[in-house]
């Protein structure tokens, strides 16, 4: 069973910059698909970054252009480097990954979550 890690939330300030990691138990592979969610208090969880297993990325319009998801496969360690930080950023960040297991098809594991504050 996988273990997900967040860390690296904590305050901010509007225009700075913080990058959150997301360790994993055991290997991450290129295979794997990667995203980091993000839920504000009193919102739905939002989908924030995804890398598709074929490398590629994605983000919605809220974020583009001002954060980037990226992977460390010999620190077992997924990211997300969040620049130009507004305060509508403030969420607790999940990471999440899917990865297909021979037999079962696509499996889904989850984070605890870390919380990040942008403020002044």
Known sequence: QL???ESGGGPGEPGGSLTLSCAVSGWLYNAD?????RQ????QRELVAI???NGDTNYPDSVKGR???STDNDKNTV???MNSLKP???AVYYCHLQRLVVGIGWTDYWGQGTRVTVSS
Do not use: S
């Open 3 to 5: 273990q997900l890690v």
């Open 33 to 37: 698909r990667m995203h980091w969610y």
């Open 40 to 43: 504000a208090p009193g919102k």
């Open 79 to 81: 990211y997300l480097h």
């Open 88 to 90: 509508e950023d403030t």
């Open 67 to 69: 954060f980037t998801i």
């Open 51 to 53: 890398k598709t297993e």
